[in-house]
């Protein structure tokens, strides 16, 4: 009995000193810059409106990942790599409808008409 309240001991004191551990880590995770692209006003099957969500986009990209580099000096992560990233997490986010139409609208291709 004695052996198995001292595994016990061990266990809980572990348990315990495990908790604000995982309290640090999770306001570490909450400080992490986000970023917000708005879609007001955009129908992203006109090429135009494709055009300025990727603006977007990319300016988000460019100051979340300075925003990043600049808090987490230490952090692995090429500039580039992270603006990839943004890309690809905020195209996940759009809704399958609105997928279908970024790629409807970057296979349209541009039309010039002279006239006299």
């Given at each position: ?33 986000t970023a917000t692209i708005?879609l007001a006003g955009l ?6 409106h494709a055009a300025e ?64």
């Open positions: 009995m004695r052996k198995f309240m001292t595994s016990l001991t061990a266990v809980a004191t572990v348990t315990l000193a495990a908790v604000p551990a995982l309290g640090l880590l999770q306001a570490a995770h909450a400080a992490e810059p708005s129908n992203l099957s006109n090429p135009a969500f990727e603006t977007r986009v990319n300016n988000a990209g460019e100051r979340l990942c300075h925003d990043m580099a600049r808090t987490n000096p230490q952090a692995h992560f090429t500039m580039a790599g992270c603006k990839v990233s943004v890309r690809h997490e905020a195209v996940r986010q759009l809704s399958k409808a609105q997928r279908q139409s970024l790629r409807y609208a970057a296979s349209a291709t541009p039309v010039s008409v002279a006239s006299r």
